[in-house]
T-cell receptor, first 111, second 115 residues
């Protein structure tokens, strides 16, 4: 079983739409959670960390559900510039301090 | 800071040749990671170092792959001999830590094609 699983999509949404991605993780002892963004043919970059209480950064909201072992990313009022692949990342001492990346969810925002 | 620097950006080589990828982490970062990304398998951790010491190399595919970090500002990933299935984008990343919400900073990657 993979450490981190994501729906690969693709998600094709119109500008202004709200879109949500989910990601599940297998190790209940995981402690740190992140969403990274990767543009085509570029390197991954941190979008936001995910905190237990949930956190928001502008149009982006991240949530953590430890009981069900999933994290989510909500994007409101989608912009064309949001088109990218979104990677879910999990790590913690019990995962050998490794960062486990999901395979990514592809988002295309359509004019 | 210039960020994580990788070279070369592109490498095309023939099967059986030796390939060496290079990485310079961000100054002050104690952790350095090597990843491989393919469409089929996504981003896979190959090996990571802490203070120049390899901590976990369980992701290294086989003996053809080796990685070194002779000092805090330089690391290499070597493939010898290379095979077509090694074709992928290889990323180097560095971070201040791993226990907690530490961001990983990625280099631009090396796109390797083995023919």
């Amino acid at each position: 079983r993979k450490e981190v699983e994501q729906d690969p999509g693709p998600f094709n949404v119109p500008e202004g739409a709200t879109v949500a991605f989910n990601c599940t993780y297998s190790n209940s002892a995981s402690q740190s959670f992140f969403w990274y963004r990767q543009d085509c043919r570029k390197e991954p970059k941190l979008l936001m960390s995910v905190y237990s209480s949930g956190n928001e950064d502008g149009r982006f909201t991240a949530q953590l559900n430890r009981a069900s072992q999933y994290i989510s990313l909500l994007i409101r009022d989608s912009k064309l510039s949001d088109s990218a692949t979104y990677l879910c990342v999990v790590n913690g001492p019990d995962t050998g301090n490794q960062f486990y990346f999901g395979t990514g969810t592809s988002l295309t925002v359509i004019p | 800071d210039a960020g994580v620097i990788q070279s070369p950006r592109h490498e095309v080589t023939e099967m059986g040749q030796e390939v060496t990828l290079r990485c310079k982490p961000i100054s002050g970062h104690d952790y350095l990671f090597w990843y491989r990304q393919t469409m089929m398998r996504g981003l896979e951790l190959l090996i990571y170092f802490n203070n120049n010491v390899p901590i976990d190399d369980s992701g290294m595919p086989e003996d053809r792959f080796s990685a070194k970090m002779p000092n805090a500002s330089f690391s290499t990933l070597k493939i010898q001999p290379s095979e077509p299935r090694d074709s992928a984008v290889y990323f180097c990343a560095s971070s201040l830590g791993v226990k907690g919400p530490y961001e990983q900073y990625f280099g631009p990657g090396t796109r390797l094609t083995v023919t």
